[in-house]
């Protein structure tokens, strides 16, 4: 995989599980199937959305193996092998190389803070190296280990690491330096300024809602592109308010966006995060926004 094929949507999916929190197969090949015939131009799998902290090592591998079988190369594949440290890292990122993942997506380590930049450099640069595959940096604020700019432009000549998901409003040099790269791709994942990102350059956008709400987010891509301000952003506005009721202002995020699916046919609403089950009202007003914006 090259840096030039991470542009337009790419989705973070979330991850179909059963009620033993194994993974889904047929709620996974459903998604998978869905997603790229309303357009999607690739999947991320085992983000955030897809709740990977909480997936077992033996599934993580399954459902790799499942989503890679299903896409066919139709789309790129970049696979999260996130985990607290090298060693772990390093048996994450073999065994999702061996079930066929094409790229790996790589969080600072979280746990302990990092004392020192460089300590970030060194583990990216070490791990880029000898993966094998490339390598995409995921700035990701719940490691409380956020990535500086300048260590992101310093990996960003790393010939190995091909791109990153992160908020471009956080590191506008880099949105400036390696905006228009043709060997590294900048991917935004903050769901409230998607119009503003593509209006500035981004290659890609990482929308967390996209699994459910892949025709608003392809939609606006393509009209933010375009130039389209005036449409884009009131694409951005409806987003916006699909996310609120299916998050539930952040209370029910994954089992709210499992619900919405399963509404959908496409999965069940098994989670395997600790959120409090959805209530009457938060699941009558996910059915409403399914059917206020024709959903389907």
């Given at each position: 995989?090259k840096a030039d094929?991470l542009k337009?949507?790419i989705?973070?999916?979330?991850?179909?599980?059963?009620e033993r929190?194994?993974?889904?197969?047929?709620g996974?090949?459903r998604l998978v199937?869905r997603?790229i015939?309303?357009?999607?131009n690739?999947?991320?799998?085992?983000g955030?959305m897809g709740?990977?902290?909480?997936?077992?090592?033996?599934?993580?591998?399954?459902?790799?193996?499942i989503v890679?079988?299903?896409?066919?190369g139709?789309?790129?594949?970049?696979?999260?092998?996130?985990?607290q440290?090298?060693?772990l890292?390093?048996?994450?990122m073999?065994?999702a190389?061996?079930?066929?993942?094409?790229?790996?997506v790589?969080?600072?380590?979280?746990?302990?803070?990092?004392?020192?930049?460089?300590?970030?450099?060194n583990?990216?640069?070490?791990?880029?190296?000898?993966?094998?595959v490339p390598l995409?940096i995921?700035?990701?604020?719940y490691t409380?280990n956020l990535i500086?700019?300048?260590?992101?432009?310093?990996?960003?000549?790393?010939?190995n690491?091909?791109g990153v998901?992160?908020n471009?409003?956080?590191?506008t040099?880099?949105?400036?330096?390696l905006?228009?790269?043709?060997s590294?791709a900048?991917?935004?994942?903050?769901e409230?300024?998607?119009?503003?990102?593509v209006?500035?350059?981004?290659?890609?956008?990482?929308?967390?809602?996209?699994?459910?709400?892949?025709d608003h987010c392809?939609?606006?891509?393509?009209?933010?592109?375009?130039?389209d301000t005036?449409?884009?952003?009131r694409?951005q506005?409806?987003?916006?308010?699909?996310?609120?009721?299916v998050?539930?202002?952040?209370?029910?995020?994954?089992?709210?966006?499992?619900y919405?699916l399963?509404?959908?046919?496409?999965?069940?609403?098994?989670?395997a995060t600790t959120?409090?089950?959805?209530t009457?009202?938060g699941?009558?007003?996910?059915?409403?926004?399914?059917?206020e914006?024709?959903i389907?």
């Amino acid at each position: 995989m090259k840096a030039d094929q991470l542009k337009g949507v790419i989705c973070p999916m979330v991850t179909p599980l059963d009620e033993r929190q194994n993974i889904d197969e047929a709620g996974t090949r459903r998604l998978v199937r869905r997603l790229i015939a309303k357009g999607v131009n690739g999947l991320f799998i085992l983000g955030t959305m897809g709740e990977f902290p909480m997936i077992v090592g033996e599934e993580k591998k399954r459902l790799v193996e499942i989503v890679t079988d299903e896409v066919k190369g139709a789309v790129p594949v970049l696979v999260n092998v996130s985990e607290q440290g090298p060693r772990l890292t390093e048996r994450t990122m073999r065994a999702a190389i061996d079930a066929g993942a094409e790229a790996i997506v790589l969080t600072p380590p979280y746990y302990y803070n990092t004392r020192d930049k460089r300590e970030l450099f060194n583990y990216y640069a070490s791990l880029s190296r000898n993966a094998g595959v490339p390598l995409v940096i995921y700035d990701a604020v719940y490691t409380n280990n956020l990535i500086p700019t300048d260590i992101l432009l310093e990996l960003g000549a790393e010939s190995n690491i091909i791109g990153v998901k992160c908020n471009v409003f956080n590191h506008t040099p880099l949105l400036r330096e390696l905006g228009a790269s043709d060997s590294f791709a900048v991917l935004h994942g903050d769901e409230t300024t998607l119009d503003l990102a593509v209006r500035n350059g981004v290659d890609g956008i990482v929308p967390g809602i996209s699994s459910l709400g892949i025709d608003h987010c392809v939609k606006l891509f393509r009209a933010a592109q375009a130039g389209d301000t005036a449409e884009a952003r009131r694409l951005q506005k409806e987003l916006l308010h699909i996310q609120r009721m299916v998050y539930g202002g952040g209370k029910h995020w994954g089992n709210g966006h499992k619900y919405a699916l399963k509404q959908l046919g496409v999965c069940d609403d098994h989670i395997a995060t600790t959120l409090l089950p959805l209530t009457e009202d938060g699941k009558a007003g996910i059915r409403q926004v399914l059917e206020e914006y024709h959903i389907s």
